[in-house]
């Protein structure tokens, strides 16, 4: 758990990132069930689309980082492609 908060950390040093993600993760997983179990008047798809937005804002937040974030990282490693693990405000490490 140490290593995941570590790697977190020097993946969202930007301002602008920090800012999205601390609104767009709770979008992203809070929301979606907290619209399917306490709000059963809402259709279902509000919380596709509070998942979905939440999402898109977190990958805004690695284009500002400067990075991919980390979805990308696994599919390009799949893919044997190169990935932008760490931003530049971070020493410079692509791989």
Same mark, same amino acid.
Not at 68 to 80: F, Q, S, V
């Given at each position: 758990?140490?290593?995941? %908060? ?15 993600? !601390? =609104? &767009?993760?709770? /979008?992203?997983?809070? %929301? ?15 919380? !596709? =689309? &509070?998942?979905? /937005?939440?999402?898109? %804002? ?15 990282? !696994? ?21």
């Amino acid at each position: 758990m140490r290593r995941f %908060l570590q790697n977190y950390r020097e993946r969202h040093l930007h301002p602008g990132n920090l800012a999205i993600h !601390l =609104v &767009a993760l709770p /979008v992203t997983f809070i %929301l979606p069930i907290h619209f399917l179990v306490w709000y059963e008047q809402y259709p279902a798809w509000w919380a !596709l =689309v &509070a998942f979905v /937005v939440g999402y898109a %804002l977190q990958f805004l937040g690695h284009a500002i980082e400067g990075n991919d974030a980390g979805e990308i990282i !696994l599919i390009k490693r799949w893919l044997g492609r190169p990935y932008i693990e760490f931003g530049p405000r971070h020493p410079s490490r692509t791989c």
